[in-house]
């Protein structure tokens, strides 16, 4: 009986494991991205300092000072945020969904052949990826704990089980997927791509 | 070849999909566009509302007026009592405060505490860091808490009632919060702050403690300061001759931060005070028990 579900869940693995780990991946990026908004707004007002002493040189610009308030430099601050995680959503979780299963040591050679070769922004990908899919499956085992506040050994325990499968199981596919797009693009991500997902990774590991 | 633990795997899957289905912008998009579709109907919230962990919120719109002078201590009592009526008076919401205060060593805590309970609060205090403000607290909860809302208006309303004032109380104001007729333009426009008539070179004081979010010069609002006091709460100071802080400082309650002036858009010296409660400008007055009194004089 137990084997039968086993096979049965086994041939729908192709189409769960990859939705999975999009999705972890998609809790990490929105786990960095909500640290990242706070930052932003900082920058957000230092840019309109920078346009209002612009504008306001002139009478016929000078209304447009008025026009961003601290109300709409929120909005736009978390706007960016907004954008941002969309943006490595694209860049780290939708390649995702292309995961190809094979067996782990295969993967594990193909992963080492791949990382050998020459140092470039491929690898942004790939390393953004780790540190995003930690993040997210911290993410998600504080949601699990936090549903079972009211539980705390539970909660501990489920928690601790989740945390560790999602690093054993999903996260060290959802990077080799990762490394495994990165090198099969004919260009890398450049400096755009470095650009959005850098400061995230940095973000997630702010975010644990 | 072989699956590795598939029904495991699964179950992992499975609580990946449901966080980023109910948790994320991403998946609220996902649920949007089925929903369209579909022509049924979600629970998705704006994708902007899944950022700040549910604590940015915007004022409540009715302000309890203060009965007298609030000590800054009891000013979060008034702040809860204003969004749930329920709680019971002012004087006995401040004395619970306290003694939440007193066990879970944080105010944001205790303010959490009287909306969310006191288990929900010990939890989050044991998973955020020390001297955790109202959003780290959040972000160690499961998200979508209306309560987490109702604590962070609590302390936005508690963080307006503690204000200091900016200028000596004397200092008379020469054009209230509200539409007017623009003394410079022309046309009805919305003064979103108070002019203080008040000589050039006068101490400009911090209204309670706070980070400088802007330190800088331009045409209209002359040299401005932006202080961020957290949970909501940031105050603007335009027109000053000088400014005596810089961006990223932190400032203490009543530190002077500036010298009054006259630069920028403004028909002689004055300060223009400005109080923004979730991005929005509201009437400072309306979180304070003493009125200065109203004069004819500069304004901007």
Redesign the interface.
Known sequence: MELRVTERVSKIRWIFLPLGMCALVAVGTHAAADVVGDKVLFAVDRVDAFFDAIFSSWSVTAPLVDLVGLGERTFFARAVALAWELSADALLAIPVLGYDERAAADELTIARVLAKRRLSLRLVQPAAALLVSIAGAAAVARLLQGTLLHYPLIGGFVAATALFGLFLLLAPRAVFRSLEHASAQKTAIGLLGLAILGPLAIAAVASL | ?K???????????????W???Y?????A?VRTAGAWVFRTHTTARP??A????GT?VPPPEHALPLPGPVPPAQALAYGAFAVRADLGSPPAIASRLRSLAQTLHSEDAAALALFCGE??AH?AME?AGSQPHLIDLA?????SKTCVSQAAQALMLGGAYALAWPLPESVRITSPFGMREHPL?GGRRLH?GVDLGVMKGAPVRAVADGIV??A??????GRIL?VDHGGGV?T?YCHNDELLVG??DHVRRGQMIARSGNT??STGPHLHYQL?LG???VDPLRFRAQRPKTAVGASD
């Open positions: 070849m699956p590795r633990l598939p029904l495991v795997e699964l179950v992992l899957c499975a609580l990946c999909l966080a980023a289905w948790h994320t912008p991403a998946g998009l994708l902007l899944y950022y700040g962990a940015l288990e929900t939890y998973h972000r160690a909860l499961p998200p333009l979103a979010r802007r800088s010069t331009d045409g209209v609002n932006v940031v603007s961006d990223g920028g858009r923004d991005g929005e400008p």
